[in-house]
């Protein structure tokens, strides 16, 4: 038996297991918000230990974890020395966004149907934690000799941000990784994607009783032509195009909008949250300093409204860095292999915890379980679903790419 074909029989004979594992990640809830997933990540790290691995358990502080608008987050970090060489991580979030409406299944219920599991998380990204584990499971059955290390790194901010998950390990220098893999799906390497940028925009005014309307200054009024000056403004971004395929142009949504008093009452402050992505070719600073001032002066022109605006979020674009083609070459040539068709590479206009490595210059690149798109998943969306099937060849994949990236000398 080669040690490719080891590895595919250890990864198959073990896959009943990875799949119980994955069942038992979909039905403990890591909802974020609110974001109390401590208690996910213990279970996690149980499971993990009863697969032989030494769980490293990092409890962030409680003011770091408030000021990303959690209530818990711990990191799990595994770690498999097989000898000197390069150290390659492995990423995957256990946060999740909430079900919403429309399941047709419980979306804690890890329910399979015709080889199809479905439940919140299981393809983004619950799925990599079981694709990552059995991966480096299987590579430490076959006893192959290697050089490196391999590092799973299991967050739990990733839809907060990512700040007190891999940039808290990488900040407090818990992780050195020469090269990273993070949660994506099987039939594509993800190489970009898109940054984005969250502001708080408050739009202040002066309340007064509904019968006498012109003795206030209505704050929902003004927003509302914000909101009109916004919509044209995003139009433009339009005629600004990414060459990375994948990623078209930048965009801009105001996803939340809160205020007013009482229905009797003129509003006195309305809130608005505006989302705006940012694509690689763009400078996050420009684009921040662009809206920002938009912004301000849209405030400036309406009398007797003041309008301050705030940073929630910055996350960077994920831009190649040098060394990543190692990676994509790996996984492409045994992807194309186990998946039985070209993998291509491409960008998403997402963003991902992928960033925060390539922002230490660590070569990164997205690679998991799941389908050929996030749509196919119904990622973030009602009966978010995995084909097994892809999760087991996505474990072949990996563990392979692996073995060759830590070939002993």
């Not at 074909?5 to 990640?25: G, H």
């Not at 946060?95 to 998380?121: L, N």
């Not at 619950?126 to 590092?151: F, N, P």
């Not at 799941?370 to 097994?388: M, Y």
């Amino acid at each position: 038996m080669t040690p490719e074909s080891k590895l595919l029989s250890l990864i198959d004979a073990t896959f009943p297991d990875q799949v119980k594992f994955l069942a038992e990640l979909v039905r403990v809830p890591s909802d974020n918000p609110p974001g109390d997933c401590a208690p996910h990540a213990q279970r996690t790290a149980r499971l993990l230990e009863q697969l032989g691995f030494t769980v490293e358990r990092y409890v962030v502080p409680d003011a770091e974890v408030r000021a990303a608008g959690m209530i818990s987050a711990t990191n799990l970090v595994v770690r498999h020395r097989f000898g000197d060489g390069p150290v390659i991580a492995l990423n995957a979030h256990g946060d999740v966004v909430q079900p919403g409406a429309g399941w047709t299944t419980d979306p804690y219920g890890a329910e399979i149907r015709d080889g199809v599991m479905y439940g919140r998380g299981v393809a983004v990204s619950k799925s990599d934690i079981a694709t990552y584990a059995y991966a480096l499971r299987a590579l430490v059955a076959s006893g192959a000799a290697l050089s490196g290390t391999v590092e799973l790194h299991f967050t739990y901010d990733e839809e907060a941000g990512g700040l007190v998950g891999p940039g808290w390990l990488l900040a407090m220098g818990l992780t050195k990784p020469d090269y990273a893999i993070s949660a994506g799906f099987s039939y594509s390497v993800v190489v970009a994607h898109n940054g984005c940028l969250h502001l708080e925009v408050r739009i202040e005014g002066r309340s007064a009783h509904a019968a006498r309307p012109d003795t206030g200054v209505d704050a929902l009024e003004a927003a509302t032509q914000v909101l009109a000056g916004l919509y044209e403004l995003r139009k433009s971004y339009a005629r600004v195009h990414s060459k990375i395929p994948g990623i078209d142009h930048p965009t801009l949504v105001v996803g939340l909008i809160k205020g007013g008093i009482n229905t009797n009452v003129v509003p006195d402050v309305v809130t608005l949250r505006i989302d705006r992505r940012i694509i690689p070719e763009e400078s996050p600073e420009n684009a921040e300093r662009d809206l920002t001032q938009w912004l301000t002066q849209a405030g400036a022109a309406l009398p007797g409204i003041r309008l301050s605006v705030r940073r929630v979020l910055l996350a960077r674009p994920f831009v190649p860095v040098p060394g990543q083609e190692r990676l994509v070459a790996a996984l492409q040539r045994h992807a194309r292999s186990i998946m039985g068709e070209d993998v291509p590479t491409n960008g998403v206009p997402i963003y991902t915890d992928a960033r925060l490595y390539t922002e230490k210059g660590i070569p990164t690149v997205l690679y998991g379980a799941g389908p050929h798109s996030l749509l196919e998943a119904n990622g973030h969306r009602a009966d978010e679903k995995l084909v097994l099937e892809d999760l087991r060849k996505a474990t072949q994949v990996v563990a392979l790419t692996l073995a060759d990236l830590l070939q002993a000398k």
